[in-house]
């Protein structure tokens, strides 16, 4: 999908929202894959805002406005390294326009570059920040509306377990053959030799990881509104502080265990010391039980073998090798490292 954005489009955009004029920026994402989601920055009255379009085919448009009450929950319980999205001059957070939704949010401070300083404050900072998150997210209480995405419940399974599971039941040998043949067609050398390596070894994880969620399907965790999706380029740091956290749009009902397991593969894909400073930290804030610690583990590995089939699956869809999510070469590569210590 073309990042465009007309002046007429932002016009309409501006008066929607109660401002007189924008100064647009260049696109500077679409949600690291190929949703179609575009994000802008945007100038409004000396001040830096996001413009996102949700695409026609993404989330229902009740699950985007609950996750828009969600935020503002957050961010009213103190946790301002949100963005709350603003209200149009109609009263939604949400603005309808040439068949897609769009909303405005103040531009968050900060860089995602945990890599580049990997200091040991900003885990820490990191780290605590999720854990008084998700005992924040326990108690909340959703809308009729959104109730179905955003529940919290003392004790139940993880959605992701059994959604994982049914993934990996739907890759069989002849499938994993057919798209690997597509993926011959992939124009980029490098990238087409990580998708070829990671289809010749996934198949042989298969039963492992198969195994070990049939046995989470029995873990009964917490389950409460949790990002699921929060990685290293989400986490946005001013020096040593976490200043902002971006992209909730995988935000639903799950384990913390979902979290974490995300956000330390990502962080440390390799390193097995960073995760258990990672978890220390984490659990003087907030106490894991065995059975999420387990989850955390189990989640982790379906994770690193889903993900390169995800991208070649994708990769195998396309025409023609555009578009393509910025540092993808390097996250196969990642992929390609772990498979081999699973």
Request: hydrophobic share 40%; net charge negative.
């Amino acid at each position: 999908m073309s990042l465009q954005l007309t002046s007429k489009q932002l016009a309409t955009i501006c008066d929607a929202f109660g401002f007189a004029d924008a100064k647009l920026g260049e696109p500077v994402g679409v949600s690291g894959g190929f949703s179609g989601a575009g994000v802008w920055k945007i100038e409004i009255d000396a001040r830096n805002y996001a413009l996102r379009r949700w695409p026609a085919e993404s989330l229902p448009r009740p699950r985007i406005l609950g996750l828009h009450r969600l935020l503002k929950w957050w961010h009213s319980c103190g946790f301002p390294e949100f963005a709350v999205p603003c209200s149009t001059i109609y009263g939604s957070t949400l603005l309808h326009l040439d068949g897609e939704e769009w909303q405005l949010e103040p531009w968050m401070p900060g860089v995602a570059d945990f890599h580049d300083v990997p200091t040991d404050e900003r885990l820490r900072a990191a780290c605590t920040w999720l854990a008084r998150l998700h005992l924040v997210s326990a108690s909340y209480q959703p809308d009729e509306a959104s109730r179905e995405w955003f529940f919290a419940v003392s004790q139940g399974g993880s959605p992701n377990v059994g959604e994982r599971l049914e993934l990996i039941r739907a890759w069989n040998a002849s499938r994993v053959h057919k798209t690997a043949a597509r993926l011959e067609l992939v124009r980029n050398d490098s990238i087409r030799e990580l998708l070829l390596r990671i289809f010749a070894v996934v198949p042989q994880h298969f039963q492992n990881v198969g195994e070990e969620l049939r046995g989470a399907m029995a873990f009964r965790v917490p389950l409460f509104p949790c990002l699921r999706d929060l990685w290293h380029d989400h986490l946005l740091f001013t020096g040593e502080r976490l200043t902002g956290v971006v992209d909730p749009s995988a935000c639903r009902t799950e384990s913390p265990a979902a979290d974490l397991s995300r956000l330390l593969g990502s962080l440390f894909p390799m390193e097995k010391t960073g995760w258990d400073r990672a978890l220390e930290h984490y659990a003087a804030v907030r106490q894991l039980t065995f059975e999420e610690r387990q989850l955390i583990e189990v989640l982790d590995r379906s994770q690193v073998v889903l993900s390169g089939l995800y991208w070649g699956d994708r990769l195998a869809e396309m025409r023609e090798d555009c578009g393509l999510p910025d540092g993808l070469q390097q996250r196969l590569q990642v992929v390609v490292e772990r498979l081999g210590r699973l």
